[in-house]
């Protein structure tokens, strides 16, 4: 059991956007921001997306990026890890 429950506190208080982008080659890549890096450990956060969404993906400048449209399954996969649906915000 953690002693500290910064993690639990931080993860109800974000403000997370969801959002699609085009890259080149017509490929899209779904972008998670809004994550404070501080109290929260966006490469794991990172891992268990690219595992629960079976896509690469990558931690770069304070965002997650994933290949591919997942935009819905992502906000599931975050509310699995334990952040509030309603803080969770998808474009």
């Known amino acids: 059991m953690p002693i500290c429950v910064c993690e639990t506190i931080a993860k ?4 997370i956007r969801v959002y699609l982008v085009k890259k080149k080659f017509d490929k ?3 972008i998670v921001e809004g994550l404070e890096a501080k109290s ?4 794991d956060v990172a891992k ?4 629960d969404l ?8 304070g965002k997650i990026e994933l ?3 997942h935009r819905q399954k ?3 996969s975050l509310i699995r890890m334990g ?9």
């Not at 929260?40 to 490469?43: E, P, Q, S, V």
């Open 12 to 15: 109800e208080s974000q403000r």
């Open 28 to 30: 899209f890549s779904t």
């Open 40 to 43: 929260i450990d966006l490469r």
């Open 48 to 51: 268990t997306l690219k595992s």
């Open 54 to 61: 079976a896509c690469g993906g990558t931690v770069k400048a």
């Open 67 to 69: 290949q591919g449209d």
């Open 74 to 76: 992502v906000k599931m």
């Open 83 to 91: 952040f509030a649906p309603a803080t969770i915000e998808i474009r």
